[in-house]
């Protein structure tokens, strides 16, 4: 199994920038991608970016695309979420998330993709 730890979560006020982090431990050598997810009160978990470990290809969710930008260090196994010009909107308990399916094809993530997940960073948006 794998462990996910994301840190970085914070109060900001609109305009204004974070970076999220998540730390990988345990069986680490399983992860095909890692992803970041949201949840906002009162609404369905959403995807947010996604990277690709083989390849690095990257992938984004419609609302953050420009702003939000996915990175992964291999060797430290971490994966950041660097979030610029944030909204309001933006607020939402952010997820870390690993696909450990190395056999698995998939074109553009899903929630049901990503096998382990982290307990969550708030990320609160102010006027």
């Known amino acids: 199994q794998v462990r996910l730890v994301e840190s970085g979560g914070g109060l900001v006020q609109a305009g204004g920038s974070l970076r999220l982090s998540c730390a990988a431990s345990?069986?680490?050598?399983?992860?095909?991608?890692m992803g970041w997810f949201r949840q906002a009160p009162g609404k369905e978990r959403e995807f947010v970016a996604a990277?690709?470990?083989?390849?690095?290809?990257?992938y984004y969710g419609d609302s953050v695309k420009g702003r939000f930008a996915i990175s992964r260090d291999n060797v430290k196994n971490m994966v950041y979420l660097q979030m610029n010009s944030l909204k309001l909107e933006d607020t939402a308990v952010y997820y870390c998330?690993?696909?450990?399916?190395?056999?698995?094809?998939?074109?553009?993530?899903?929630?049901?993709?990503?096998?382990?997940w982290g307990q969550g960073t708030q990320v609160t948006v102010s006027s």
């Open positions: 998330a690993a696909d450990l399916n190395p056999t698995r094809v998939w074109v553009f993530p899903k929630e049901a993709y990503f096998d382990s």
């Open positions: 345990g069986r680490t050598f399983s992860m095909s991608a």
């Open positions: 990277v690709k470990r083989s390849t690095s290809s990257t």
